[in-house]
């Protein structure tokens, strides 16, 4: 049965829309790990949009559950992982003008500085998971590279139209899930998961950890973090099938 993460980053949003000190992340991470989160997932991008180094100081306090640190490979946000140690890190692309991650990490490309940054974390006793398309080559320079996990960016899943597309994108994760396990990796899988259409994804046997965000934060809004996050988890386990 997969378990959840709740990324938090559009708390921070909201807050940062007004440059205040409201509503707190890590408020949020509380209510999710009192509502049964596995893990909090934050983001703290270069430009700090959202999440700013404060949040993860004190969420690497805060949070009893796993912390996931989803980050870019720059040297600057290296350097603050290794001062943190947060549980795990998720390596994501980064682009300064992106609404959102879009596109995975290219492993194979960066494949020298990913087993530099595998290692790095490593020697501070963090997990490495990397956020790619789900794509054989990727799992091989991600499981090459000496990383722990891969989460399968789900976005193509989560924006497909029609019944076909949307049959052929989860098979399409489900081999990727296959490959990734075969090849010693454990998986993960988010991006674009909603109430709408996590049964499908939560149907995968074995996959491991969900990142959602938006989704639970829009939600949260109208019924509370801890409900919203409630909701996913039963969701989640309505459709899994249990291993
Ligand atoms: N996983 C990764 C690697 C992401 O970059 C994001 C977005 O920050 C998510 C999961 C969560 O995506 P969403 O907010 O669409 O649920």
Not at 65 to 73: A, F
Request: aromatic content about 2%.
């Amino acid at each position: 049965m997969a378990l959840l993460n709740v990324n938090i980053d559009h708390v921070a949003t909201v807050r940062q829309a007004r440059l205040t000190d409201e509503p707190d992340p890590i408020w949020a991470a509380v209510q999710c790990q009192l509502a049964g989160a596995n893990g909090i997932t934050v983001h703290l991008r270069q430009d700090r949009r959202h999440i700013n180094d404060r949040d993860v100081r004190l969420l690497k306090e805060a949070v009893v559950c796993k912390l996931n640190l989803e980050m870019s490979m720059t040297e600057e946000i290296v350097k603050i992982a290794e001062r943190i140690k947060p549980d795990q890190v998720t390596l994501v692309p980064e682009k300064r003008a992106e609404l959102t991650t879009e596109g995975g990490l290219d492993c194979l490309q960066q494949k020298e500085r990913l087993a530099e940054v595998v290692k790095r974390m490593h020697k501070k006793g963090i997990l490495v998971s990397t956020f790619i398309t789900p794509e054989k080559e990727q799992i091989i320079a991600s499981a090459e590279a000496g990383c722990d996990a891969v989460e399968l960016h789900t976005g193509m899943y989560a924006n497909a139209k029609g019944h076909k597309t949307v049959e052929k994108r989860l098979a399409e994760l489900a081999a990727a899930k296959d490959f990734a396990k075969e090849s010693g990796l454990v998986v993960h899988a988010g991006h674009g998961l909603t109430y709408r259409n996590i049964a499908g994804l939560a149907r995968i046997e074995g996959l491991c950890e969900l990142n959602i965000g938006h989704s639970i934060v829009a939600r949260a809004i109208f019924v509370g973090m801890q409900q919203a996050t409630a909701e996913m988890i039963k969701l989640i386990n309505r459709y899994s099938v249990s291993l």
